[in-house]
């Protein structure tokens, strides 16, 4: 338990640092032409411009599902909430594991129309593996609560 405590912990430090680390580079297909870095951030402060009903959604399922998950998990690692809402944490990480799909979704479609040209970044792995580890340390704590409950 006290492994996932720190896990989880480090999640609140690791989460920021993903959504500020470019996530692709992109930009048109032609030489002399540079590649843009787009970060979680950088992305939702475009779309807040263009688009405020998409960026809300992106930015509850890129920034606030995540952190909130994470901090409930840390609340509970800690004793201070209880058991009975991993259920309900475990489903924040669902959702939050839909805007990686997302990203992941428009750099195919934007590789096939050949236009444009797009590299995935490091910022991309990471803020794939926070997700992925939120959601493990999430399952590992609700089974260790089916065990404590079991006992």
Not at 53 to 69: E, H, N, R, S
């Amino acid at each position: 338990m006290k492994f996932l405590r720190i896990a989880n912990l480090a999640l609140l430090v690791l989460f920021p640092l993903s959504w500020f680390a470019p996530l692709i580079r992109a930009g048109i297909d032609l030489p002399l032409f540079g590649l843009s870095e787009i970060s979680v951030m950088s992305g939702l402060q475009s779309l807040w411009g263009t688009d405020v009903a998409l960026a809300l959604i992106v930015t509850f399922l890129a920034v606030f599902a995540p952190y909130a998950k994470t901090i409930g998990l840390a609340l509970v690692h800690f004793g201070l909430m209880r058991r009975k809402v991993v259920p309900a944490l475990e489903l924040l990480g669902k959702l939050a594991m839909a805007d990686v799909f997302l990203i992941a979704l428009y750099v195919v479609i934007a590789k096939g129309i050949g236009l444009a040209r797009i590299e995935v970044a490091w910022g991309l792995y990471a803020f794939t593996a926070c997700i992925l580890a939120s959601i493990l340390i999430s399952h590992l704590t609700a089974k260790s609560r089916s065990r404590s409950a079991g006992a």
